[in-house]
C-alpha cells in the first residue's frame, strides 16, 4: 500500500512489479498509518493468512520464517520489539498501551502494536467487521480482539536492522492526540466486545 509517498517508493514499486507479476501496488492519498494498515488488510480478504510488517527497513526479516513454520498451531503470531522500540515518548506509549491492553484484555503481551505480525484471516474479518476503519492505531485492536477471543499467540523478538539509520520521533501534537485517541478506542473496542 502506498499512501501518498513523496520519495522514490513508487518508482521503485513499479520496477518491482514489472519483475514480480503477482506484486499489486495499491496507491492512495496519504490517509495516515493507522487508515491505511486497515485498508490493506481489508484488501487481503482473500487470503488464507494477512502478514504485515512496516515498511521502513526498520526490522530484519528473520523472524518470518519462524512465524511461518508455527502458523499451524498458532492464530495470531506476534514478533516483539526490544525494550528500546524508539524515544522515550514512544517507549512509553508503548509501555502504557501494553498495560492498558493488560487490564482490559487479560493478557500481557510486552509490544501489542508491534508492526511485525502473521494473522489467520478468517479471525481478521471478524475484528475489521467492528474496528472502526480510521483508528489510530488498528494493530492495538487486533490485538486485543485476538486477546479477548482467545486465540493461539505465538511471540518471538525480532531485531532492529542495524543497517537503518531510524529517525527519532520528536513529541508533536499529533502523536499526543493520537495516543489519547487510541486509549479512548481500545476502551470503546473492549465495550463492544
Not at 55 to 66: G, I, N
Not at 141 to 156: D, E, G, H, P, Y
Amino acid at each position: 500500500m502506498d499512501d501518498g509517498s513523496k520519495d522514490s517508493s513508487p518508482a521503485l514499486l513499479a520496477s518491482l512489479s514489472a519483475k514480480i507479476p503477482a506484486l499489486h501496488i495499491l496507491s492512495q492519498t496519504n490517509r495516515g498509518h493507522g487508515p491505511s494498515i486497515f485498508e490493506g488488510y481489508r484488501m487481503a480478504s482473500g487470503a488464507r493468512w494477512i502478514f504485515q510488517i512496516d515498511a521502513d527497513h526498520q526490522f530484519e526479516t528473520s523472524a518470518f520464517p519462524l512465524l511461518w513454520e508455527k502458523r499451524d498451531q498458532f492464530d495470531f503470531l506476534l514478533a516483539e520489539r526490544g525494550p528500546q522500540r524508539g524515544t522515550g515518548f514512544r517507549n512509553a506509549i508503548s509501555f502504557c498501551s501494553g498495560w492498558v491492553v493488560y487490564i482490559l484484555y487479560g493478557n500481557h503481551l510486552n509490544d501489542v502494536n508491534s508492526p511485525y505480525r502473521l494473522m489467520r484471516n478468517d479471525l481478521v474479518k471478524e475484528a475489521l467487521a467492528i474496528i472502526p476503519p480510521g483508528s489510530f492505531a488498528p494493530n492495538l485492536l487486533l490485538t486485543s480482539f485476538f486477546i479477548a477471543k482467545r486465540a493461539r499467540i505465538f511471540t518471538t523478538h525480532v531485531k532492529r536492522n542495524t543497517q537503518t539509520i531510524l529517525k527519532k520521533s520528536m513529541l508533536s501534537p499529533k502523536i499526543i492526540k493520537g495516543s489519547v485517541l487510541a486509549l479512548f478506542q481500545t476502551i470503546l473496542f473492549r465495550i463492544k466486545l
